[in-house]
């Protein structure tokens, strides 16, 4: 994660981006601390959809902290009656009267003191302190999970003590400290309206040109989590074999993916490896045998791809050789200029996609 800088230019788009497209909801409104206490743990436990009724009736009826700490604790749990969890509510209750004791009723403004308070975790005190006081604590959700695991292609699972800790530095990083309280705002407002878990709209998401994922035809793979069935690792070394304006192709064949579709000669390990190691590979050897001098350069390194039940780790190789030798005989003989009217996988697709790029800078 160290190549990950302070950008403040990501935080801008997602505010810029959320300036116009925010959902109107009535908490969005308040710079109340208390009604923005509420709904977080109410939207803890259900889509905002169905939870906007129980916002409304809850605050209609205990309006403010005095209010709901002088209530009794059945009527307390008549009002959360529906949204279960009811530990929450009680939580909500006893929070409610230590802010009477402890704060003089006023909400506390300070991270440490609002995290001190019962049933308020380390999520719902940035969201608290952040949209209330612009303090720059980020916060992070399963929204915010998915969009920076989706925007920098992080690995780390999210579900474990060491990815809460990356995300949260991540987060932190990411966020433009001027405007805490948006940029959190904002960038769970992407996650829940554009960068959903499934078919997320990247075609007109603002952080399209940044993200990883996408730029990388990953979008699926992230966030990881650790309780993921396993699926199998294959490496792939692509090698674009170029000799006096031609190119080679195979067809795939068989029940492995991608039967039917071209892709370029191909050399598969069981472990990654880098060129020095490959070179000394068998199959390396019958492929380029007899070339003459090879010029090689490493085009795409290590790209994950992921399928369904397999991860790839795909290297894209240009080499360049004197003389077409007799291996290369086996395969389908391309002007390199024609590859792209062959059917090709996604996965090789990008990489032809970076070529142009490259060829056109
Ligand atoms: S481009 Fe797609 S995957 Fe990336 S942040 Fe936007 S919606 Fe999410």
Same mark, same amino acid.
Not at 31 to 37: A, K, L, T, V
Not at 65 to 81: G, I, P
């Given at each position: 994660?160290?190549?990950?800088?302070?950008?403040?230019? *990501?935080?801008?788009?997602?505010?810029?981006?959320?300036?116009?497209?925010?959902?109107?909801?009535?908490?969005?409104?308040?710079?109340? @601390?208390?009604?923005?206490?509420?709904?977080?743990?109410?939207? $803890?436990? *259900?889509?905002?959809?169905?939870?906007?009724?129980?916002?409304?009736?809850?605050?209609?009826?205990? @309006?403010?902290?005095?209010?709901?700490?002088?209530?009794?604790?059945?009527?307390?749990?008549?009002?959360?009656?529906?949204?279960?969890?009811?530990?929450?509510?009680?939580?909500?209750?006893?929070?409610?009267?230590?802010?009477?004791?402890?704060?003089?009723?006023?909400?506390?403004?300070?991270?440490?003191?609002? =995290?001190?308070?019962?049933? =308020?975790?380390?999520? *719902?005190?940035?969201?608290?302190?952040?949209?209330?006081?612009?303090?720059?604590?980020?916060?992070?959700?399963?929204?915010?999970?998915?969009? +920076?695991?989706?925007?920098?292609?992080?690995?780390?699972?999210?579900?474990?003590?060491?990815?809460?800790? %990356?995300?949260?530095?991540?987060?932190?990083?990411?966020?433009?400290?001027?405007? %805490?309280?948006?940029?959190?705002?904002?960038?769970?407002?992407?996650?829940?309206?554009?960068?959903?878990?499934?078919?997320?709209?990247?075609?007109?998401?603002?952080?399209?040109?940044?993200?990883?994922?996408?730029?990388?035809?990953?979008?699926? %793979?992230?966030?990881?989590?650790?309780?993921?069935?396993?699926?199998?690792?294959?490496?792939?070394?692509?090698?674009? =074999?170029?000799?006096?304006?031609?190119?080679?192709?195979?067809?795939?064949?068989?029940?492995?993916?991608?039967?039917? +579709?071209?892709?370029?000669?191909?050399?598969? *390990?069981?472990?990654?490896?880098?060129?020095?190691?490959?070179?000394?590979?068998?199959?390396?050897?019958?492929?380029?045998?007899?070339?003459?001098?090879?010029?090689?350069?490493?085009?795409?390194?290590?790209?994950?791809?992921?399928?369904?039940? $397999?991860?790839?780790?795909?290297?894209?190789?240009?080499?360049?050789?004197?003389?077409?030798?007799?291996?290369?005989?086996?395969?389908?003989?391309?002007?390199?200029?024609?590859?792209?009217?062959?059917?090709?996988?996604?996965? =090789?697709?990008?990489?032809?996609?970076? +070529?142009?790029?490259?060829?056109?800078?």
């Amino acid at each position: 994660m160290s190549q990950i800088e302070n950008d403040l230019g *990501t935080s801008r788009l997602l505010r810029d981006w959320y300036r116009m497209h925010r959902r109107e909801l009535p908490w969005r409104e308040s710079s109340d @601390p208390y009604i923005i206490w509420i709904s977080e743990i109410i939207l $803890q436990q *259900t889509r905002v959809a169905q939870g906007m009724d129980y916002f409304l009736r809850f605050t209609e009826r205990f @309006p403010d902290v005095a209010s709901l700490a002088s209530a009794e604790e059945d009527e307390v749990l008549k009002y959360w009656q529906g949204l279960g969890y009811y530990s929450r509510a009680r939580n909500l209750h006893a929070a409610a009267k230590d802010i009477m004791e402890r704060f003089s009723g006023v909400f506390p403004d300070r991270y440490e003191d609002v =995290i001190s308070l019962k049933g =308020i975790g380390e999520y *719902t005190a940035a969201a608290i302190v952040s949209f209330v006081w612009n303090r720059p604590y980020p916060v992070v959700d399963g929204n915010v999970f998915r969009v +920076l695991s989706r925007l920098f292609a992080v690995d780390t699972p999210i579900d474990t003590p060491k990815g809460k800790k %990356a995300f949260t530095e991540l987060a932190g990083l990411v966020m433009d400290p001027r405007y %805490a309280g948006q940029h959190n705002q904002a960038i769970m407002e992407l996650g829940a309206l554009q960068c959903v878990p499934q078919n997320p709209d990247c075609e007109t998401c603002p952080l399209k040109g940044r993200c990883t994922a996408y730029g990388t035809g990953n979008v699926r %793979a992230y966030p990881v989590k650790r309780n993921k069935a396993k699926t199998r690792d294959r490496y792939f070394h692509y090698l674009y =074999i170029i000799c006096k304006g031609k190119t080679w192709l195979s067809r795939r064949k068989g029940k492995d993916i991608w039967e039917g +579709l071209y892709e370029f000669p191909l050399i598969e *390990t069981d472990r990654a490896m880098d060129f020095t190691e490959l070179q000394a590979t068998d199959a390396f050897h019958r492929l380029l045998e007899g070339a003459g001098r090879l010029n090689v350069s490493v085009d795409l390194q290590e790209v994950k791809h992921v399928l369904s039940h $397999q991860t790839l780790y795909a290297t894209f190789y240009r080499i360049e050789i004197e003389r077409e030798n007799d291996a290369l005989k086996a395969f389908l003989s391309v002007a390199t200029r024609d590859v792209e009217k062959y059917a090709v996988p996604r996965l =090789i697709h990008i990489y032809l996609e970076k +070529l142009k790029g490259n060829l056109s800078e």
